[in-house]
Nanobody, 114 residues
Framework: VQLQASGGGLVQPGGSLRLSCAASGSILSANRMGWYRQAPGRQRELVAEVISGGTTNYADSVLGRFTISRDNARNAVYLQMNSLKPEDTAVYYC?????????WGKGTQVTVSS
Protein backbone atom coordinates (compact mmCIF):
# COMPACT_ATOMS: atom_id res chain seq x y z
CA VAL A 1 0.00 0.00 0.00
CA GLN A 2 1.27 3.45 -0.89
CA LEU A 3 0.15 6.56 0.92
CA GLN A 4 0.43 10.04 -0.56
CA ALA A 5 -0.01 13.04 1.68
CA SER A 6 -0.77 16.49 0.32
CA GLY A 7 -2.19 19.83 1.33
CA GLY A 8 0.62 21.31 3.38
CA GLY A 9 1.82 24.85 2.98
CA LEU A 10 2.47 28.18 4.65
CA VAL A 11 -0.36 29.67 6.69
CA GLN A 12 -0.66 32.51 9.16
CA PRO A 13 -1.45 31.85 12.83
CA GLY A 14 -5.16 31.32 13.25
CA GLY A 15 -5.53 30.00 9.74
CA SER A 16 -6.65 26.63 8.45
CA LEU A 17 -5.33 23.86 6.26
CA ARG A 18 -6.74 20.55 5.14
CA LEU A 19 -4.35 17.66 4.63
CA SER A 20 -5.27 14.73 2.44
CA CYS A 21 -3.87 11.22 2.37
CA ALA A 22 -4.62 9.09 -0.65
CA ALA A 23 -4.10 5.33 -0.36
CA SER A 24 -3.35 3.07 -3.29
CA GLY A 25 -5.39 0.31 -1.70
CA SER A 26 -8.61 0.02 0.21
CA ILE A 27 -8.61 1.71 3.59
CA LEU A 28 -11.79 -0.11 4.46
CA SER A 29 -9.66 -3.02 5.61
CA ALA A 30 -7.24 -0.84 7.55
CA ASN A 31 -7.28 -1.34 11.28
CA ARG A 32 -6.27 2.23 11.83
CA MET A 33 -5.38 5.38 9.91
CA GLY A 34 -3.53 8.25 11.48
CA TRP A 35 -1.60 11.47 11.09
CA TYR A 36 1.74 12.06 12.75
CA ARG A 37 4.01 15.06 12.73
CA GLN A 38 7.67 15.74 13.35
CA ALA A 39 9.09 19.15 14.12
CA PRO A 40 12.83 19.88 13.80
CA GLY A 41 14.74 18.39 16.69
CA ARG A 42 11.71 16.57 18.04
CA GLN A 43 10.41 13.04 17.89
CA ARG A 44 7.59 12.08 15.61
CA GLU A 45 4.30 12.27 17.48
CA LEU A 46 0.77 11.08 16.92
CA VAL A 47 -1.59 13.91 16.02
CA ALA A 48 -4.82 12.09 15.33
CA GLU A 49 -6.06 8.62 14.50
CA VAL A 50 -9.26 6.98 13.37
CA ILE A 51 -9.79 3.35 14.20
CA SER A 52 -11.74 0.94 12.00
CA GLY A 53 -14.90 1.25 14.08
CA GLY A 54 -14.83 5.01 13.68
CA THR A 55 -13.37 5.96 17.03
CA THR A 56 -11.07 8.96 16.84
CA ASN A 57 -8.27 10.01 19.16
CA TYR A 58 -6.31 13.24 19.26
CA ALA A 59 -3.20 14.59 20.88
CA ASP A 60 -4.08 16.97 23.68
CA SER A 61 -2.31 19.79 21.86
CA VAL A 62 -4.70 19.64 18.89
CA LEU A 63 -7.94 18.61 20.58
CA GLY A 64 -10.75 20.90 19.53
CA ARG A 65 -8.76 22.35 16.63
CA PHE A 66 -8.04 19.38 14.37
CA THR A 67 -10.47 16.86 12.94
CA ILE A 68 -9.57 13.57 11.30
CA SER A 69 -11.95 11.91 8.88
CA ARG A 70 -11.90 9.06 6.42
CA ASP A 71 -13.64 8.49 3.11
CA ASN A 72 -13.66 4.76 2.46
CA ALA A 73 -15.10 5.19 -1.03
CA ARG A 74 -12.18 7.42 -2.04
CA ASN A 75 -9.60 5.53 0.02
CA ALA A 76 -8.64 8.81 1.61
CA VAL A 77 -8.05 10.22 5.05
CA TYR A 78 -8.18 13.91 5.86
CA LEU A 79 -6.94 16.16 8.61
CA GLN A 80 -8.77 19.45 8.94
CA MET A 81 -6.59 21.83 10.91
CA ASN A 82 -8.11 25.03 12.27
CA SER A 83 -6.80 27.76 14.55
CA LEU A 84 -3.27 26.86 13.60
CA LYS A 85 -0.44 27.92 15.87
CA PRO A 86 3.28 28.35 15.19
CA GLU A 87 3.93 25.25 17.30
CA ASP A 88 1.96 23.21 14.78
CA THR A 89 4.80 23.73 12.31
CA ALA A 90 6.12 20.32 11.33
CA VAL A 91 6.25 17.73 8.61
CA TYR A 92 3.00 15.78 8.71
CA TYR A 93 2.91 12.10 7.82
CA CYS A 94 0.05 9.80 7.00
CA UNK A 95 0.14 6.31 8.48
CA UNK A 96 -2.00 3.25 8.02
CA UNK A 97 -2.04 -0.14 9.68
CA UNK A 98 -3.34 -3.13 7.84
CA UNK A 99 -3.23 -6.81 8.75
CA UNK A 100 -0.04 -7.19 6.73
CA UNK A 101 1.77 -4.26 8.29
CA UNK A 102 2.12 -0.54 8.83
CA UNK A 103 2.71 1.90 6.01
CA TRP A 104 3.92 5.49 5.90
CA GLY A 105 3.53 8.16 3.30
CA LYS A 106 6.05 10.87 2.49
CA GLY A 107 5.47 13.90 4.62
CA THR A 108 3.94 17.23 3.75
CA GLN A 109 5.34 20.39 5.30
CA VAL A 110 3.08 22.64 7.34
CA THR A 111 4.50 26.01 8.34
CA VAL A 112 2.54 28.38 10.55
CA SER A 113 4.13 31.79 10.54
CA SER A 114 3.25 35.44 10.14
Amino acid sequence: VQLQASGGGLVQPGGSLRLSCAASGSILSANRMGWYRQAPGRQRELVAEVISGGTTNYADSVLGRFTISRDNARNAVYLQMNSLKPEDTAVYYCNGIWRLGAYWGKGTQVTVSS
